[in-house]
């Protein structure tokens, strides 16, 4: 499903007035996408050295210092020799929210000036108080029987998560003889006849509550976009004659405004001002142009310090209330298991809170409960500046409170779930653990038989139906092409291997919120060892055995590559099929796979590296030749990770050796197109190695976080390692330089859009690119990377995807450059978010930006 982005933008009335010395613009189309503020501004230059900043409260009206985002100089203007434009695009925490700002220009003539709508200010959101909206009466008869669940947002064009809980009257049989709507306001607070409505899907029965059942208004879009939406109440007809009614006690329930796609008039309100006085020569004027050329720009070379190659550790702890039960003084110690990155940057991470440091002491000191948060990377690294404030730690970082996550039952836990991008940015987790008596001997590991789906936007969950293929422990989720995401089983439950393995497949389709068997996989192929997930691969061009396209290639313990078609006309008896040669414990020359990390290779092979009987080794599988190649890696390695960089290596870390406890194995840089092997700097700060447990994962800078796992030391399973860290790669690290120079994408980041020709790739249509600060190289100059989500060696959703450079121009004399880039022909593409990673010529990568990958219809 391809995501729908709510546009907001107010149409102000400026004032005219005569231009004077500094005169600040704020241009008329500033928005707020995605909660990403991006504001144009338009200023007189008053020399080399000034600065611009926008300055916002948040929607309760609160200014802080924190609010505040640095503005970029675009160029001259068109508008004017003596004119500068600059812009903004600060992420807005939804937390926080906004509701005004305005513009200070720090001039480089010593004086600063300000852009305040005349002292009003510019607004974004509405005030706090709500329109005045009619009250459903509730039936005398009725005793509460409707329930609304606190997680619903709207971006604009679509309703998400309208959970809604009524008491059955008729019988059980799929909400028979009953109908349950949803009613609401625009975005003006008017209600309209007819009315505005959508009606809610019956879902399922309430867990747990077998006399309730459970309905749903999730991605429906709204009835005119350009209406928006305010407010909204629920009418339950029931299957008894009787109509009940959800109003929030008579106050309808709150969505946060949207406004139309279209400029609409402001009514101006009176917001809090700043305690700063605003000069009365400040000046605001209708913009002439509100437009930021893409080409013709100026820019002075930026060089970035360069930065040790590890961040010191960090770490997390839970000083919340959000569990009390037990809870240490100085909070819950937590423990990353999985981690996922955001198209925002930021990393949602899910783990273990717990109450000892180190050797933990069960039951009451292990694990204790799961919980998921997201936490930007710069605050990993600013964490790791502080003192630390108990001997033999590390400094701490204080997570945010733990979002709740819609558990069935108490037990529940996201930990051991398959967890995997959706197109449209949202985390899809599926699967998990119910688990009893923990860290008893009797302790019970039980797999969770639904899904659920993480809205970074709202930083909520959804929940999905129970999936066909029943209890899931340790699944893996692989997204396709069409954007619906395969699913296998793993196991049921912990923990003896074979007899309790689920080798069933399903897909989930996330625009239907339904599933669909395709059948089980025999001779425990693809059962995963005990601390593995099944390696899935989505094969760059399906691969046709016995007249059947397969699309994608498993592997479990045994190390057998199998092909696997998803084409719902296929037979289930039929899908699956042993890869010729495809054992890599015969072909390969190397072991079985258990304990290995795998990836897609740049080259286009299946690469499993380390595990095994040969833990030292990387085998990769050519699945259009159906041969492998081995290669020695030097360092023998189990429970390790493998990272795609955006130049087309591979970097390989974490990990333990199982024949030298001490001998930690060092960081690996691995060039797939050369076939060698380049040793990293080891981390020097610690003694203990990260294997079982640990995740690595690709930023959008280009470095990797690493986090959690085992050691050879105080740190066991149920009592994992607490910390995360920062390793930069050497592409960020240049031999005898004091800062690098990184190519810099420019322009409008928000519309950097590929479009995929499904009919015949080569034909896809070309994106320019505006470029400045360093030149591009031709050759692998610029991929798509997808946004990693890693948890037990393995990454669900890791992707490189080299874009194919039809003309290049290179930046000169301060102008900026340009790329024509395209879609690689003859691969499989897969639409949705990615991040855009352009290559120096001394091989440097730019700051990934976000790009979309979209269909030609």
């Given at each position: 499903?391809?995501?729908?982005?709510?546009?907001?933008i107010l149409l102000l009335a400026a004032t005219c007035a005569a231009l004077v010395a500094a005169d600040v613009t704020?241009?008329?189309?500033?928005?707020?996408?995605?909660?990403?503020?991006?504001?144009?501004?338009?200023?007189?230059?008053?020399?080399?050295?000034?600065?611009?900043?926008?300055?916002?409260?948040?929607?309760?009206?609160?200014?802080?210092?924190?609010?505040?985002?640095?503005?970029?100089?675009?160029?001259?203007?068109?508008?004017?020799?003596?004119?500068?434009?600059?812009?903004?695009?600060?992420?807005?925490?939804?937390?926080?929210?906004?509701?005004?700002?305005?513009?200070?220009?720090?001039?480089?003539?010593?004086?600063?000036?300000?852009?305040?709508?005349?002292?009003?200010?510019?607004?974004?959101?509405?005030?706090?108080?709500?329109?005045?909206?009619?009250?459903?009466?509730?039936?005398?008869?009725?005793?509460?029987?409707?329930?609304?669940?606190?997680?619903?947002?709207?971006?604009?064009?679509?309703?998400?998560?309208?959970?809604?809980?009524?008491?059955?009257?008729?019988?059980?049989?799929?909400?028979?003889?009953?109908?349950?709507?949803?009613?609401?306001?625009?975005?003006?607070?008017?209600?309209?006849?007819?009315?505005?409505?959508?009606?809610?899907?019956?879902?399922?029965?309430?867990?747990?509550?077998?006399?309730?059942?459970?309905?749903?208004?999730?991605?429906?879009?709204?009835?005119?976009?350009?209406?928006?939406?305010?407010?909204?109440?629920?009418?339950?007809?029931?299957?008894?004659?009787?109509?009940?009614?959800?109003?929030?006690?008579?106050?309808?329930?709150?969505?946060?405004?949207?406004?139309?796609?279209?400029?609409?008039?402001?009514?101006?309100?009176?917001?809090?001002?700043?305690?700063?006085?605003?000069?009365?020569?400040?000046?605001?004027?209708?913009?002439?142009?509100?437009?930021?050329?893409?080409?013709?720009?100026?820019?002075?070379?930026?060089?970035?310090?360069?930065?040790?190659?590890?961040?010191?550790?960090?770490?997390?702890?839970?000083?919340?209330?959000?569990?009390?039960?037990?809870?240490?003084?100085?909070?819950?110690?937590?423990?990353?298991?999985?981690?996922?990155?955001?198209?925002?940057?930021?990393?949602?991470?899910?783990?273990?809170?717990?109450?000892?440091?180190?050797?933990?002491?069960?039951?009451?000191?292990?694990?204790?409960?799961?919980?998921?948060?997201?936490?930007?990377?710069?605050?990993?690294?600013?964490?790791?500046?502080?003192?630390?404030?108990?001997?033999?730690?590390?400094?701490?970082?204080?997570?945010?409170?733990?979002?709740?996550?819609?558990?069935?039952?108490?037990?529940?836990?996201?930990?051991?779930?398959?967890?995997?991008?959706?197109?449209?940015?949202?985390?899809?987790?599926?699967?998990?653990?119910?688990?009893?008596?923990?860290?008893?001997?009797?302790?019970?590991?039980?797999?969770?038989?639904?899904?659920?789906?993480?809205?970074?936007?709202?930083?909520?969950?959804?929940?999905?139906?129970?999936?066909?293929?029943?209890?899931?422990?340790?699944?893996?989720?692989?997204?396709?092409?069409?954007?619906?995401?395969?699913?296998?089983?793993?196991?049921?439950?912990?923990?003896?291997?074979?007899?309790?393995?689920?080798?069933?497949?399903?897909?989930?389709?996330?625009?239907?919120?339904?599933?669909?068997?395709?059948?089980?996989?025999?001779?425990?192929?693809?059962?995963?060892?005990?601390?593995?997930?099944?390696?899935?691969?989505?094969?760059?061009?399906p691969v046709v055995v016995n007249a059947i396209p397969r699309q994608v290639a498993m592997m479990g313990y045994k190390?057998?590559?199998?092909?696997?078609?998803?084409?719902?006309?296929?037979?289930?008896?039929?899908?699956?099929?042993?890869?010729?040669?495809?054992?890599?414990?015969?072909?390969?020359?190397?072991?079985?796979?258990?304990?290995?990390?795998?990836?897609?290779?740049?080259?286009?092979?299946?690469?499993?590296?380390?595990?095994?009987?040969?833990?030292?080794?990387?085998?990769?599988?050519?699945?259009?030749?159906?041969?492998?190649?081995?290669?020695?890696?030097?360092?023998?390695?189990?429970?390790?990770?493998?990272?795609?960089?955006?130049?087309?290596?591979?970097?390989?870390?974490?990990?333990?050796?199982?024949?030298?406890?001490?001998?930690?194995?060092?960081?690996?840089?691995?060039?797939?197109?050369t076939n060698t092997f380049t040793t990293l700097p080891e981390w020097t700060d610690d003694v203990q190695y990260r294997?079982?447990?640990?995740?690595?994962?690709?930023?959008?800078?280009?470095?990797?976080?690493?986090?959690?796992?085992?050691?050879?030391?105080?740190?066991?399973?149920?009592?994992?390692?607490?910390?995360?860290?920062?390793?930069?790669?050497?592409?960020?690290?240049?031999?005898?330089?004091?800062?690098?120079?990184?190519?810099?994408?420019?322009?409008?980041?928000?519309?950097?859009?590929?479009?995929?020709?499904?009919?015949?790739?080569?034909?896809?249509?070309?994106?320019?690119?505006?470029?400045?600060?360093?030149?591009?190289?031709?050759?692998?100059?610029?991929?798509?990377?997808?946004?990693?989500?890693?948890?037990?060696?393995?990454?669900?959703?890791?992707?490189?995807?080299?874009?194919?450079?039809?003309?290049?121009?290179?930046?000169?004399?301060?102008?900026?450059?340009?790329?024509?880039?395209?879609?690689?022909?003859?691969?499989?593409?897969?639409?949705?978010?990615?991040?855009?990673?352009?290559?120096?010529?001394?091989?440097?990568?730019?700051?990934?930006?976000?790009?979309?990958?979209?269909?030609?219809?």
């Amino acid at each position: 499903m391809a995501i729908s982005f709510a546009t907001l933008i107010l149409l102000l009335a400026a004032t005219c007035a005569a231009l004077v010395a500094a005169d600040v613009t704020v241009l008329s189309g500033y928005q707020l996408l995605n909660w990403q503020l991006k504001v144009e501004v338009q200023v007189q230059r008053t020399g080399i050295g000034s600065a611009v900043t926008v300055v916002y409260c948040d929607r309760n009206g609160t200014w802080s210092d924190k609010y505040a985002a640095a503005a970029h100089y675009m160029g001259a203007s068109p508008n004017g020799a003596d004119l500068e434009f600059w812009v903004t695009d600060q992420y807005i925490d939804p937390k926080i929210g906004i509701s005004s700002f305005y513009v200070r220009y720090d001039g480089a003539d010593g004086v600063t000036y300000y852009g305040n709508n005349g002292g009003k200010n510019y607004r974004l959101e509405a005030p706090a108080a709500s329109p005045t909206a009619p009250s459903p009466t509730i039936a005398p008869t009725a005793t509460s029987p409707v329930i609304v669940m606190p997680s619903w947002s709207c971006d604009g064009h679509l309703l998400y998560g309208v959970n809604i809980q009524v008491q059955r009257f008729g019988p059980a049989a799929r909400g028979a003889g009953s109908k349950v709507s949803l009613f609401y306001s625009d975005h003006m607070g008017n209600w309209h006849d007819p009315p505005l409505k959508i009606d809610a899907v019956w879902m399922a029965p309430v867990y747990g509550s077998p006399d309730q059942d459970a309905w749903l208004v999730d991605h429906k879009p709204l009835v005119d976009d350009g209406l928006g939406i305010s407010r909204f109440y629920i009418k339950y007809d029931g299957a008894d004659g009787n109509t009940y009614y959800a109003n929030n006690n008579g106050r309808n329930y709150f969505v946060y405004p949207t406004y139309p796609p279209i400029p609409v008039p402001e009514t101006i309100f009176d917001p809090p001002q700043p305690t700063l006085v605003l000069p009365s020569r400040s000046r605001t004027r209708r913009a002439r142009h509100s437009s930021i050329p893409a080409l013709g720009k100026k820019w002075a070379v930026q060089c970035e310090p360069i930065t040790p190659a590890w961040s010191p550790n960090v770490d997390l702890i839970d000083t919340s209330n959000s569990y009390i039960d037990g809870k240490p003084a100085d909070g819950w110690f937590v423990t990353p298991i999985h981690a996922t990155l955001l198209s925002d940057g930021q990393l949602y991470v899910v783990g273990w809170g717990r109450r000892d440091y180190e050797f933990c002491v069960a039951p009451e000191g292990t694990r204790k409960h799961s919980v998921s948060f997201v936490i930007a990377t710069s605050d990993i690294v600013s964490a790791g500046a502080q003192p630390t404030a108990q001997a033999g730690r590390n400094p701490t970082l204080t997570i945010p409170t733990p979002i709740p996550d819609l558990r069935r039952s108490s037990e529940d836990a996201l930990y051991c779930s398959g967890q995997v991008t959706l197109p449209d940015g949202r985390i899809f987790v599926v699967g998990g653990a119910s688990y009893q008596n923990l860290g008893l001997s009797n302790e019970i590991e039980q797999g969770l038989s639904y899904g659920r789906i993480f809205d970074p936007t709202t930083t909520t969950y959804t929940v999905t139906p129970d999936a066909p293929i029943g209890s899931m422990w340790y699944p893996t989720a692989a997204q396709l092409p069409s954007g619906d995401i395969l699913v296998t089983g793993g196991f049921v439950k912990c923990c003896q291997g074979d007899p309790d393995a689920n080798d069933n497949v399903a897909i989930y389709h996330p625009a239907s919120n339904t599933w669909t068997a395709l059948g089980s996989i025999g001779d425990h192929l693809i059962t995963p060892g005990l601390r593995d997930y099944t390696h899935v691969w989505v094969l760059p061009q399906p691969v046709v055995v016995n007249a059947i396209p397969r699309q994608v290639a498993m592997m479990g313990y045994k190390g057998v590559v199998v092909y696997f078609s998803t084409d719902p006309s296929v037979p289930d008896s039929q899908r699956a099929v042993t890869a010729p040669n495809g054992d890599r414990s015969v072909q390969g020359g190397s072991s079985e796979a258990w304990d290995s990390t795998a990836f897609s290779s740049p080259t286009g092979e299946l690469v499993s590296v380390g595990g095994g009987s040969q833990p030292w080794k990387l085998d990769a599988f050519n699945a259009s030749s159906n041969t492998w190649r081995s290669l020695d890696a030097s360092f023998s390695r189990d429970n390790g990770a493998s990272v795609l960089l955006p130049d087309g290596s591979v970097l390989l870390l974490n990990g333990h050796n199982r024949f030298d406890e001490d001998q930690i194995p060092p960081p690996q840089l691995f060039d797939p197109f050369t076939n060698t092997f380049t040793t990293l700097p080891e981390w020097t700060d610690d003694v203990q190695y990260r294997a079982y447990h640990s995740w690595a994962i690709l930023l959008k800078d280009g470095r990797v976080a690493v986090g959690g796992g085992v050691d050879g030391g105080s740190h066991t399973i149920a009592c994992e390692r607490v910390d995360v860290r920062i390793f930069t790669p050497p592409y960020l690290r240049k031999e005898g330089a004091s800062c690098i120079t990184r190519p810099k994408i420019e322009g409008d980041a928000a519309a950097i859009v590929f479009t995929a020709n499904r009919a015949q790739a080569s034909n896809s249509s070309t994106t320019t690119i505006s470029f400045s600060n360093a030149n591009v190289r031709s050759a692998r100059g610029a991929a798509l990377m997808a946004l990693g989500s890693f948890t037990h060696a393995f990454d669900q959703n890791q992707r490189y995807v080299p874009l194919s450079v039809d003309s290049i121009t290179q930046p000169q004399g301060g102008a900026v450059g340009s790329l024509a880039l395209r879609l690689p022909s003859g691969h499989i593409i897969f639409e949705g978010l990615y991040n855009l990673f352009l290559i120096g010529e001394d091989g440097t990568p730019s700051v990934g930006v976000t790009a979309r990958v979209v269909a030609d219809q």
